[in-house]
């Protein structure tokens, strides 16, 4: 069985070079106050990892992300909510990463799954870009239970998640990426990593 990540070296799903790459990001927040963890840095093995999902369809690299999403939702999550992708988009590549981290997720965890949000046609991709990027938009289509949390493949510049949370009727205050360049950048957000770290741990164990 080859890498996941690296397609060379044999592993399962990772080989020791791939797994030993992965390295962990800090908690961090959004403009709007909502709590953001990703499980690693958007670099080396996890972009990779994220490239195959996203653009190979290479559907078990989600499962890789959702095992370490499992310990950092928060205790009281209620629901799944996968941020959509672009149709286009997802036309073109035959997959919609966030909805396959979701599945996988749920399927470890036991919550549901609720796919609350219809994406617009089309929007510029801005991963791993420093650059303003154009505001995605999304429908509000199914009900959002109070306590859900957002899921995303990658949290770049954090405006993709600001709209599809401004896009639901119930308020979100978490959200769980794949990766994260580091640290959200977005104007204003007051991103404070040690005091961010310290509140997730304390929704995950309280």
Request: hydrophobic share 45%; proline share 8%; glycine share 10%.
């Amino acid at each position: 069985m080859l890498c996941l990540a690296c397609a060379e070296r044999g592993g399962s799903p990772l080989c020791g070079p791939c797994e030993r790459d992965l390295g962990a990001v800090p908690a961090q927040t959004l403009a709007s106050g909502v709590a953001i963890a990703a499980v690693y840095r958007h670099c080396g093995s996890a972009r990779r990892l994220v490239h195959r999902l996203k653009y190979q369809g290479l559907v078990p690299c989600a499962r890789v992300f959702a095992v370490r999403m499992v310990p950092v939702l928060p205790a009281e999550t209620t629901a799944l909510i996968p941020i959509p992708r672009a149709r286009l988009r997802k036309f073109q590549y035959g997959v919609d990463p966030a909805l396959e981290l979701a599945k996988a997720l749920s399927s470890m965890v036991g919550i549901p799954v609720v796919r609350a949000l219809r994406p617009g046609l089309w929007w510029p991709r801005h991963a791993g870009h420093n650059r303003r990027a154009a505001e995605a938009r999304f429908h509000q289509v199914a009900a959002a239970p109070p306590g859900a949390v957002v899921i995303d493949d990658v949290v770049t510049t954090g405006r993709t998640m600001e709209a599809a949370i401004g896009s639901l009727d119930t308020a979100i205050w978490h959200g769980v990426s794949a990766t994260s360049p580091g640290r959200v950048r977005v104007e204003g957000s007051g991103n404070d990593p040690e005091a961010l770290e310290t509140a997730w741990r304390h929704d995950r164990t309280g």
